[in-house]
């Protein structure tokens, strides 16, 4: 009788202990792409060395800086601790960039979705598709804007960039 109470109670805690074990959620990480440049079709000297290019961030020396946590439950981080901005420069007649520290990391929550080699990441009402060759995931023609002047209030215009990132290992 005993060996039958035995065998019931231990019956008992192996169905109990046999539930999903990520009820609650849990996220386990799947992927982490680094950004590693933002490039514009048009040629600019960004940080007014005469050096016209049309990468954005090796410019401004300014990458690293915009990070994607993805996990394996279709959801998602991007963490953001640097902001770069073009806009006009009415003083020069050209396009100038700047790349500053944030006072605090953006974290944005997103969702992600993958089709063979394609990466959907969608956030704040925004939804963009993403290629993976190898170890990059490039977003082509992602409205980039183009502010007026210096103080980044008002948008002149949105120009088509080439978002780039590595995977980190």
């Known amino acids: 009788m005993k060996i039958k109470f035995a065998l019931l109670i231990l019956l008992a805690v192996i169905i109990t202990s046999c ?3 990520n009820d609650d959620g849990a996220r386990v990480l799947s992927e982490t792409w680094e950004l590693q440049s ?9 940080n007014g060395d005469n050096d016209y290019t049309g990468n954005l961030t090796a410019e401004l020396g300014c990458t690293g800086f915009d990070n994607y946590f993805l996990y394996s439950n279709g959801t998602g981080e991007e963490h953001i601790t640097k902001s770069v901005a073009i806009y006009f420069d009415s003083q020069t007649s050209s396009v100038a960039g700047v790349c500053s520290d944030l006072s605090a990391p ?8 993958q089709n063979n080699n394609q990466r959907t990441f969608t956030y704040q009402n925004f939804s963009a598709t993403g290629t993976v060759v190898g170890n990059t995931l490039t977003f082509v023609d992602i409205d980039f ?3 007026t ?17 590595q995977l980190v290992e």
């Open 145 to 147: 804007p183009l502010y």
């Open 106 to 113: 953006q974290v944005i929550d997103i969702n992600w979705s």
């Open 149 to 165: 002047d210096a103080s980044l209030t008002a948008i002149e215009i949105l120009i088509p960039a080439t978002f780039t990132y």
């Open 38 to 46: 933002i490039e514009v079709n048009d040629f600019y000297d960004f």
């Open 19 to 21: 539930g999903d074990s």
